[in-house]
């Protein structure tokens, strides 16, 4: 089966009618999607800080354009992958208008790590402007399924994807390329996670060590000061600061730029993508960029699902433990907002994840090592909010490419340190299986 990514066909409508339209309308007329129960700020934060958060949740709502146009914000692109953050990541509690995957390109640099593509870049853009700047390309995926037995007969069906490069805008991407399809995430929670202390994960690289599942936290340079920190955003744990991971985002996804990401979205070998018209400089503004951090920080935790009357929720939650899905998928956490006053107790929260990386083994590697991460390694993603994006429609594609249409197949794909794991889950009783899967969507 092949199946291609594009986007919506609104959006396509108005990237369409961007390369046409010559309108020199004020910065200030621009767009945003209808608000959601998001934008309701928390009662504990100031009169400021609350007019802040509201802006913020219009701020991952807006829909960018290219520059001139009638239709938005003008600074998308030139060439891009989306038109707003909410497209991809949906608002929290609300799915995705578009939520295929990108593919993440690279090459063997000199040093044993991994460059940009010369000429495509590090991601492959697959919008440009219509009548003006053809795309960089676009992705067809095709699927390769295979069958799992468990112990007790059960067939179960994985499929695999593999992503293919078409209607390449340069030439082909060369045999050295390396290409990742990666997973859009979703955003509740964020802030709770940046707000963990650093020797709280500093304890937990040690206890996995304990537990025989050695994880390790991947220190990553915060792109504001420069420091190695421990990653907690992205798939493999680049992302070491949120402010660093939403303008890299803005950067690769929309063609944004920030204070941080300063420099077009244009690799040196496109002559008609860095001579292209932009907004202003940078088209993210510090403080949009201060209003979006202010509002992701303080989205509160996703909501888990009703408590059930008959236990079996607890059950699963018991088999969750059994079977070795703590040793990384760790639930509960201590954590501190910005805005907490020094006397204030630590807020617990329950992510369910270690925020280490981790050893996945031979049939989740993508051969894309980032930084100290290699392609056999991943962040634990978190798994709060499985009951919340059901809720709000969201579609089910886990893991990094989105290949594991529930929780079971997402188990079933785990090898390396998640062998074990894996083979308890293998082993459990029909009954026991669907009380763990269950567990897991109720967070």
């Known amino acids: 089966m092949t199946s291609r990514f594009r986007q919506p066909a609104r959006h396509r409508r108005l990237t369409a009618l961007t390369g046409v339209i010559l309108v020199a309308l004020p910065l200030a007329a621009s767009f945003s999607a209808p608000a959601g129960p998001d934008e309701i700020a928390p009662a504990y934060l100031s009169d400021a800080d609350r007019a802040s958060f509201r802006r913020g949740a219009e701020e991952l709502r807006r829909h960018w354009v290219v520059a001139p146009s009638a239709l938005g914000e003008w600074g998308r692109g030139p060439r891009s992958n989306g038109a707003s953050c909410v497209e991809c990541h949906g608002a929290p509690g609300t799915a995705p208008e578009s939520p295929g995957p990108v593919l993440r390109l690279a090459v063997p640099g000199s040093d044993a790590t991994m460059a940009p593509h010369p000429v495509y870049g590090a991601q492959l853009q697959t919008d440009g402007i219509a009548g003006r700047l053809a795309p960089e390309g676009r992705v067809a995926v095709t699927w390769r399924t295979r069958e799992v037995v468990l112990g007790d007969g059960t067939r179960v069906t994985l499929r695999e994807p593999r992503a293919t490069a078409t209607d390449l805008a340069f ?20 802030g709770l996670l940046e707000g963990i202390p650093e020797r709280a994960l500093a304890a937990q690289e040690r206890e996995s060590d304990r537990r025989g599942v050695p994880g390790h936290l991947h220190r990553y340079p915060d792109p504001d000061s420069g420091t190695a920190l421990p990653g907690r955003f992205g798939w493999k744990a680049t992302g070491s600061t949120l402010a660093g991971q939403v303008a890299a985002a803005f950067h690769e996804d929309i063609g944004v730029t920030s204070r941080l990401r300063p420099e077009e979205n244009c690799p040196a070998a496109q002559a008609d993508c860095l ?4 907004g202003r400089t940078p088209e993210l503004s510090d403080a949009a960029l201060a209003d979006l951090l202010l509002y992701l920080r303080h989205v509160p935790a996703p909501a888990r699902g009703p408590a059930d009357a008959n236990g079996e929720l607890e059950k699963g939650s018991l088999l969750f433990a059994a079977v070795g899905c703590e040793d990384c998928h760790r639930p509960h956490w201590k954590t501190r907002l910005p805005t907490d006053a020094p006397d204030k107790p630590a807020r617990s929260i329950f992510p369910y994840t270690d925020l280490l990386v981790h050893d996945l ?3 989740l590697d993508d051969g894309f090592a980032e930084g100290r991460a290699t392609g056999r390694e991943w962040r634990t993603p ?15 594609a886990l893991l990094h490419d989105g290949r594991a249409r529930n929780v079971e197949e997402a188990i079933l794909w785990h090898g390396g340190q998640g062998e074990p794991a894996r083979r308890a889950y293998m082993q459990l009783e029909r009954t ?9 969507d109720s967070l």
Do not use: K
């Open 432 to 440: 026991d299986r669907e009380r763990l899967v269950r567990f897991v």
């Open 275 to 278: 001579g292209a018209a932009t």
């Open 361 to 363: 083994g031979p049939e």
């Open 171 to 190: 030439g082909p991407l060369g045999t050295a390329t390396r290409q990742s399809l990666r997973q859009p995430l979703r955003l509740a929670g964020l």
């Open 382 to 396: 978190p798994l709060w909010g499985r009951a919340a994006n059901a809720l709000a429609g969201a579609p089910t």
